[in-house]
Structure formats: structure tokens, C-alpha cells
């Protein structure tokens, strides 16, 4: 054996060592070619015993996963590790209009991809996409679960890509990439967007459509994030309120030149000027201009600034922290 051969030799076999370790510090593996625990995501997710009180951590090995997947409410805690956030690609092509074996229209929600039901989710370095086109409303990832936390992710869409959806839901997303086009993160949820890129597509017009409940505190807030795009210039708001009482707010984020000086639309409901929370603190970039903002829009005070802490936006849940479920 030649030196040349001894060295290749010892480099697989430290580069096998190395995945093998890897790979076990996970409870199941995905992988397309077989080599994994499973072949499909959505098998390892109905492999997750019911309600279990420990984390199950699912790593998916890169790869293009054509699925509609469900994580039901019974399977809680579960993690999804992507081995690449480019190349690790959770995906399918559903739309509203789309129609079911009965001849029925999907529906908007109907159309997505993938459902989060389970509380505690949390996924890092994977893809989810509706590669449906643009098509109409064709969502990602749907959102129910509280507590749900996504990290160095990307949502790749059009209208509607991102739903944010259970009324008491807690979402945290660190370092994402978010696209789309019209009202491409929309719903319900109390959602922090902490240094993510919002990516603007041309043919679209609103960045958000929240549908806040009345009460709420807080609803989508936005913390060091980047809104970018290849829209035309003056061509997007930063959000219009789908239920009257929407609340957003943008801190310390650069805003594009795609930001309409107005900033805000009321969706043709004068009256939700009256109810809707909007607002922004420090904004830079061509797209913030206060001095052009519409009237009902604010202006984040010092004092105000200090509610907007993860502690009091999650109301004491911190995200990325472990979580002890209560016995019963």
C-alpha cells in the first residue's frame, strides 16, 4: 500500500467516524437514498411517541423531500435538524384554487405544505417551500403550535408563504429568509422575526397581513431584520390589517427602496385606522421615511421600546431555553 492510498484510506474512515457520530446524537435519521431510520419526514414524525416529555430530535440528510406533511398535536418537542439549509429542502406544489378528488377548492389554508400542530417545535437549517408558483395563495408552513422556534431556516413562496395562524401561538424565527409576494406572513400568531431577511418578489404588494386578535399585546414584530427584494421601487407596504385590530412593528430594520413612503394601507377599512397598531423604531434605508408615513401609523417612544423584550413578548417563555412540560 502506498503512502498516497494509506492517506486516502484514513481520511474516509475519519470522515465515516465523523458522520457516524454525528448521526448518533440524533433519535432518528432521514435520508433519501436509504441510509437513514427513514426514507419520508413525515415516517419519522409518526415515529415520535405521542406527547413524549423529552425532545426528539429528527435529522434529515440534504435532499429534495416532496411531502404534505402534518406534525399532529400529539407530537410535541420534536426537532428537525437539516444537514444544509440550501440542499435540505422540505417541499410541495398545493394552491388555493387547487381542486381536491371531490372537485372542491383547497382554500388557502388547504394549500400548505407543511402543518405545525405540536407545541415545542423547533427546526434549524432546512428549507420549506410551496413551489406552486405564482399561482394565488399557496402557503409553506402553517403554524398552530405554541412555543415554536425556527432557526437559520428559509420559506420560499409567494402569496401567503408564511402563516402564522394559532391565535395563541408563540413563534421566534432566528436568521431566516422569508419571500413572497402579496401578504406573504399573515395570521394571527404573537411572531418575533429576529435578523431575518424579508425578501420582497416582484408582482406582489404587501410585506405582512396580520389578523391580530383583539387584546393581544403584541402580534408580528420585527427586530434587526433586512427587507430586500427585486420589487420595483415604491412598490410594497409594510403591512395592511386582515382583522381590524393588527398589530406590527418594525425596530431598528433596513428597509428597502421597494417601501412606499405611506408605509401602511388600512385594506380599504378606514375604520381599522382606529384599531390597528403599527409602527416602527429607527428604521434606515431608502424605504424609512417617517416624515412620509400615514398619519395613523406611529413612531416607537425609548419608553415604548422597552416592552418589545423577548421575556415580555412570549410573556415569560424564552425561546431556545428547554422546556419541562407539567405531569399529570
Partial sequence: MTLKTYLLLITLLFQFALAKAQTSAYDFVVAED???????????????PDFRKNTTTIYIKSGVYKEKLVLPTSKTMVKLVGEDVQHTILTYDDYASKKNRFGEEMGTTGSTSFFVFGDDFSAENITFENSAGPVGQAVAVRIDGDRVMFTNCRFLGNQDTLYPHGEKSRQYYKNCYIEGTTDFIFGWSTAVFDNCEIYSKKGGSYVTAASTVEGAPFGFVFLNCRLTGDAPKGSYYLGRPWRPHAKTVFINSYLGSHIKPEGWHNWSKPEAEQTTFYAEYKSKGPGAKAGKRVKWAHQL?????????????????IPGQPYVAASK
Fill in 34 to 48: 436509504g441510509s437513514g431510520d427513514f426514507r419520508s419526514v413525515q415516517e419519522a414524525i409518526n415515529a415520535v
Fill in 301 to 317: 417612544s425609548k419608553k415604548q421600546l422597552e416592552d418589545y423584550t423577548l421575556e415580555k413578548i412570549f410573556n415569560g417563555w
